[in-house]
């Protein structure tokens, strides 16, 4: 399955209210708690920082904000997302294999991903839950095709 398969399955999600081409970004000068509230709000895991909202500058996860509470206390809420965001974005275009994202992921131990086009345009996001159910479906489908071939049908 590739990443454009599974961007083409989050329309068809459990949460029908995101569209596939809906992408959520927030500019590196908002807090962290306009960043917390968005999370909540939308009830997503991670935010691309853009300020063009085309071009991943950064990532802010729910990890990343709970990290910096955890370490310094709620006045960090204050502060802009730009001085805690991941600055080294891993990105993946739409014609990369989902099960090497999936493995990008495991080993690098993040859970959002940007998509992007050969210029470095935001066509999506997607989730190593993502990546995950398009694994499970295409096992499925595997399945289902070997079943046929052995009861001959």
């Known amino acids: 399955m590739l990443v454009k398969q599974l961007l083409s ?3 068809d999600s459990a949460k029908p209210w995101i569209e596939s081409a809906t992408i959520l970004t927030i500019g590196p000068d908002a807090s962290l708690a306009e960043a ?5 709000e939308k009830r997503i895991g991670a935010v691309v920082v853009s300020t063009d909202g085309e071009t991943p500058m950064g990532i802010l996860s729910e990890r990343d904000i709970v990290r910096q ?12 997302i730009s ?3 991941t ?6 275009t739409v014609a990369e294999d989902a099960l090497t994202v999936l493995e990008r992921m495991t080993n ?3 859970r959002h991903m940007p998509v992007v ?3 470095g345009r935001m066509l999506g996001v997607i989730s190593i839950g ?11 489908a595997e399945k289902e095709a070997l079943t046929g071939m052995i009861m001959g049908a």
């Open 69 to 80: 509470l955890g370490q310094h206390g709620p006045g960090v809420l204050s502060r802009p």
């Open 36 to 40: 917390a509230q968005l999370l909540a």
């Open 108 to 110: 690098g131990r993040f």
């Open 130 to 140: 993502d990546a995950v159910s398009g694994r499970l479906k295409e096992l499925a």
């Open 87 to 92: 600055r080294e974005v891993q990105t993946c």
């Open 9 to 11: 399955m989050k329309s």
């Open 83 to 85: 001085e805690f965001m």
């Open 117 to 119: 086009d050969e210029g």
